[in-house]
């Protein structure tokens, strides 16, 4: 494995760690500026957007995993297959759990740090899962 193989991997896992820990402002840090994510039945959306969603959630109990499944390397540009898994409870409400994969092309900074610039995230309702 390269280490910018290995970087992107622990980004991942950064990416993971913020998340449940509810802290948005590291997970932005991990998307460059003009971040694209399209996800099924929406328009795409940029980092604004993804902050109000974030907001959204702020109380939202949110758990997953992320399986890195295939990343590709071509100089300060790279692209990961993940296999995702995500479970939000609300407030005394029930867990929505919600499951696939996701295509996500990255960008090297020029301080070296790999992040975000584009995601297809095709995550859906888990087989058996509230959706």
């Known amino acids: ?7 992107i991997r622990e980004m991942v896992a950064r990416w993971m760690e913020a998340t449940k820990a509810g ?8 998307m460059t500026e003009d971040v694209v994510f399209m996800t099924p039945g929406n328009p795409p959306f940029g980092k604004e957007g993804f902050a109000a969603n974030s907001a959204g959630m ?3 109990k949110v ?12 100089g300060d540009w790279a692209w990961m297959r993940n296999k995702l898994r995500v479970t939000v409870t609300p407030p005394g409400g029930k867990a929505m759990t919600r499951a ?4 996500t092309i990255l ?4 301080e070296g740090r790999w992040q975000i610039a584009r995601d297809a995230n095709l995550l859906a309702p888990e087989a058996g899962a509230q959706s």
């Open 1 to 7: 494995m390269t280490s910018d193989e290995q970087a």
């Open 23 to 30: 802290d948005t402002p590291a997970v932005l840090s991990l």
């Open 58 to 60: 702020k109380d939202m």
């Open 63 to 74: 758990e997953g995993t992320a399986e890195v499944m295939e990343v590709n390397v071509q």
């Open 100 to 103: 696939g994969f996701t295509l």
């Open 107 to 110: 960008r090297k900074s020029a």
